[in-house]
Antibody, heavy 122, light 112 residues
Framework: EVQLLESGGDLVQPGGSLRLSCAAS????????MSWVRQAPGKGLEWVSGINEVGGTYYADSVKGRFIISRDTSLNMLYLQMNSLRAEDTAVYYCAKDYPKVEGSAPLFDYWGQGTPVTVSS | DIVMTQTPLSAPVTLGQPASISCRSSQNLVHHNGNTYLNWLHQRPGQPPRLLIY???NRFSGVPDRFSGSGAGTEFTLKISRVEAEDVGIYYC?????????FGQGTRLEIK
């Protein structure tokens, strides 16, 4: 059974930092790109960042230069280091399976975690 | 960035009646590998999104066959043949053809 379990969400002051983690199990983590998607209170879904199976990274303009995505394939972990946090970063952050290394072998975004809440406020 | 535009944003439906949601992309979503990575997701309050349809028209595992997807290029549609109470929530289209991934604004399905 595929499982994605996020952790690390917290209340943090503007300008502060936070590191989110996503523990993956039930699939070949090293063979998939992964993404972080967030949802501000009462709002829609916003893709934040992605990382492919060889460590190539992608970011939304809204977080570029402030957030860093990384992965540890030996631990099946995905991370999001969030720096210089702003009030507008307040959201539930989800990790999700993105594309497989072998194209066409699996649907994209077929599994999502339950999310971890981040609140940026003084 | 590819902009995804959904209509309507709110869809009041009678139980047992059909529902339809449209999604338009600002660019053609055909990937260089020939696939079109257009997904439909469903989200209930307090829950994470759940994949319903992938690559335009493929139902994900466990999704009832009353859900169907269609379209090509830049125009896509999600249809529910007979709405059930459990179908309420917000429906999102999303493209995963290129980075950044982008989502539609969401369509709220509610029972009349």
């Amino acid at each position: 059974e595929v499982q994605l379990l996020e952790s690390g969400g917290d209340l943090v002051q503007p300008g502060g930092s936070l590191r989110l983690s996503c523990a993956a199990s039930g699939f070949s983590f090293r063979s998939y790109a992964m993404s972080w998607v967030r949802q501000a209170p009462g709002k829609g879904l916003e893709w934040v960042s992605g990382i492919n199976e060889v460590g190539g990274t992608y970011y939304a303009d809204s977080v570029k230069g402030r957030f860093i995505i990384s992965r540890d394939t030996s631990l099946n972990m995905l991370y999001l280091q969030m720096n210089s946090l702003r009030a507008e970063d307040t959201a539930v952050y989800y990790c999700a399976k993105d594309y497989p290394k072998v194209e066409g072998s699996a649907p994209l975004f077929d599994y999502w975690g339950q999310g971890t809440p981040v609140t940026v406020s003084s | 960035d590819i902009v995804m535009t959904q209509t309507p944003l709110s869809a009041p439906v009678t139980l047992g009646q059909p529902a339809s949601i449209s999604c338009r992309s600002s660019q053609n979503l055909v990937h260089h590998n020939g696939n079109t990575y257009l997904n439909w997701l469903h989200q209930r309050p307090g829950q994470p999104p759940r994949l319903l349809i992938y690559e335009i028209s493929n139902r994900f595992s466990g999704v009832p066959d009353r859900f169907s997807g269609s379209g090509a290029g830049t125009e896509f549609t999600l249809k529910i043949s007979r709405v059930e109470a459990e179908d309420v929530g917000i429906y999102y289209c999303m493209q995963a053809t290129q980075f950044p991934r982008t989502f539609g604004q969401g369509t709220r399905l509610e029972i009349k």
